[in-house]
C-alpha cells in the first residue's frame, strides 16, 4: 500500500472527476466500464454528466493516480489499495480493481479535520474506556459505516487532552496527526511495516501507551491484539461487525476450536468495550451515526468466558446507568429527534418489527419519553426465558397444591 501525492499530475480528466467530488462534497466516486463516473452523498447514488467511460479511459485514469508498486500489485493479485494527496491537501483513500477483465476504482474522500465527540455524537462512556490504563477497545460495523473517522476523533481527542505516546498501524493511512500533547508514529502496513501482526509485535517493543490496528482481519493480528492488550496497553481496532455479541463471536470463532475456551477467557479479561456504528441518511442532507455501545462489566466478562454470549444483549439494556444501549436505541432517538426518516432506522436496524412497533406507539403517544430509554425490547434472550420459567413453575406449583387440596377434599369424609 502506499499514500502518494497527485497534485496537478493527475490526468485533466480525473482532476476534474476530483474537483466535481470536492464541491459538492460527495463521499465516494465510482468508475467502471460502461456506465459513467457516479458520486455518493448522503447515502444516494448520482451520475455524472459526462460520457460512458470504456476500458481505455478507466484505465488512463487509473494510471493517472497510481503508484507504479501499486500498479505491480494490481497486475499480480487484482487490486490494490492506497492514498493520495490533491492539491490544497485534500485525501483520497483508493482501491483499485479487476472485474471482467476491465479496471474499476473507488475513492473515498479523508475529511480534511477532525470532528469533535460532540460532532458525531459519541457516546459519553467512550472517554472513560479511552483513558484507561489497558486493555482492548474495538469499533465495529460495516464497510463505509464511519470507523476509521471515530477512531480518528478518539485518537485526536486525546492527543489534545493527554501526554501518550500513540503508535497508529493503517491500510492506508488516512488521517494525518500532528503530535500535539501526544507523540504519534503512524506506520502503514505494506509500506513501513510488511503486516498488522508485524506491527503490532515491533510496537510492544516501541514504549506505546495506545496502539491502535487499523483493521483486525486474521487470526494473527487478533491474537496479536488481544496478548498486547493483557500486557498493559490501550489497543484500539476494527471489525466488520453489527452488534457487540457478533463482534464476540466472530473473534472466538476465529480460533481453532481446541483454542476457543482459552480464547474466551483471554478476551474476558483483556476486552473492555465494543463500540458498534451505522451511517443513517439525515432527513436534510448528510449522513449521522447510530450507535451500540457494550461496556465490559464483570457480568458481560462471565457472559463471554461461559460462551453465553446470546445474553449479551439482555446485559446491554440492564446496564443503561453504565452507559450502554443497543443499536435500536440509538436508532429510535434518531428518528425521536427528527433528523431521520423512519424508513432509513428501520433499514438499519437488527429487530425492524420491533422498533416499527416502538415508532408506531410512539406516533400515538404510547411512550413515555422519561421512560423510553430504559425500556426494554422483546426477544431479550435467555433472561426473559429464565423468567419464564419462573412463571411456569409458580403456575405448576399452584396447579399441584390445588390438587392437592381436590385429593383432601375427596379423602375428608361427610359428617
Not at 222 to 249: C, K, M, Q, W
Not at 352 to 359: F, G, K, T
Not at 364 to 381: A, E, L
Request: glycine letters at 8%.
Amino acid at each position: 500500500m502506499s499514500s502518494a501525492p497527485i497534485g496537478g499530475g493527475a490526468a485533466p480528466q480525473m482532476e476534474k472527476l476530483l474537483n466535481t467530488m470536492i464541491q459538492v462534497k460527495a463521499a465516494d466516486l465510482f468508475i467502471t466500464v460502461n456506465s459513467k463516473p457516479a458520486i455518493k452523498k448522503g447515502g444516494h447514488y448520482r451520475l455524472l454528466e459526462t460520457k460512458i467511460l470504456d476500458p481505455d479511459d478507466t484505465v488512463a485514469l487509473m494510471k493517472s493516480i497510481t503508484p507504479d508498486r501499486c500498479q505491480q500489485e494490481l497486475q499480480e493479485v487484482g487490486g490494490t489499495d492506497f492514498a493520495i494527496e490533491y492539491t490544497g491537501g485534500v485525501r483520497f483513500r483508493v482501491a483499485v480493481f479487476r472485474q471482467r477483465g476491465t479496471i474499476g476504482i473507488v475513492m473515498r474522500r479523508i475529511p480534511s479535520e477532525f470532528f469533535t465527540f460532540e460532532q458525531i455524537r459519541m457516546p459519553e462512556a467512550i472517554k472513560r474506556l479511552i483513558t484507561r490504563p489497558r486493555g482492548l477497545l474495538l469499533v465495529t460495523g460495516p464497510t463505509g459505516s464511519g470507523k476509521t473517522t471515530t477512531l480518528a476523533s478518539i485518537v485526536n481527542f486525546l492527543n489534545q487532552n493527554y501526554d501518550k505516546h500513540i503508535i497508529t498501524l493503517e491500510d492506508p493511512i488516512e488521517y494525518f496527526h500532528k503530535h500535539i500533547k501526544c507523540l504519534i508514529n503512524q506506520r502503514e502496513v505494506g509500506t513501513d511495516v510488511p503486516s498488522f501482526k508485524e506491527g503490532i509485535r515491533r510496537a510492544l517493543r516501541m514504549a506505546p501507551d495506545i496502539i491502535f490496528v487499523g483493521e483486525m482481519r486474521d487470526l494473527d493480528t487478533i491474537h496479536a491484539a488481544i496478548e498486547a492488550a493483557e500486557t498493559g496497553h490501550i489497543v484500539f481496532g476494527t471489525l466488520h461487525t453489527n452488534s457487540a455479541s457478533s463482534t464476540v463471536n466472530r473473534i472466538i470463532d476465529v480460533f481453532p476450536q481446541e483454542q476457543q475456551d482459552q480464547i474466551r477467557t483471554q478476551l474476558s479479561v483483556a476486552l473492555i468495550g465494543v463500540l458498534s456504528q451505522t451511517l443513517v441518511p439525515k432527513k436534510a442532507e448528510g449522513v449521522v451515526a447510530a450507535y451500540e455501545m457494550m461496556l465490559v462489566t464483570s457480568a458481560v466478562s462471565n457472559l463471554i468466558r461461559e460462551n453465553k454470549t446470546y445474553r449479551i444483549d439482555s446485559s446491554i439494556q440492564t446496564g443503561a446507568k453504565e452507559g450502554m444501549f443497543l443499536m435500536d436505541e440509538s436508532l429510535f432517538k434518531l428518528w425521536r429527534e427528527g433528523l431521520c426518516e423512519k424508513e432509513e432506522v428501520l433499514v438499519k436496524s437488527a429487530r425492524p418489527l420491533e422498533l416499527a412497533d416502538r415508532i408506531r406507539q410512539a406516533e400515538i403517544g404510547g411512550i413515555d419519553d422519561d421512560d423510553d430509554d430504559r425500556r426494554p425490547t422483546r426477544g431479550k434472550g435467555r433472561d426473559d426465558d429464565d423468567d419464564d420459567d419462573d412463571d411456569r413453575s409458580r403456575k405448576k406449583k399452584g396447579r399441584d397444591d390445588d390438587d392437592d387440596d381436590d385429593d383432601k377434599d375427596r379423602k375428608r369424609p361427610n359428617r
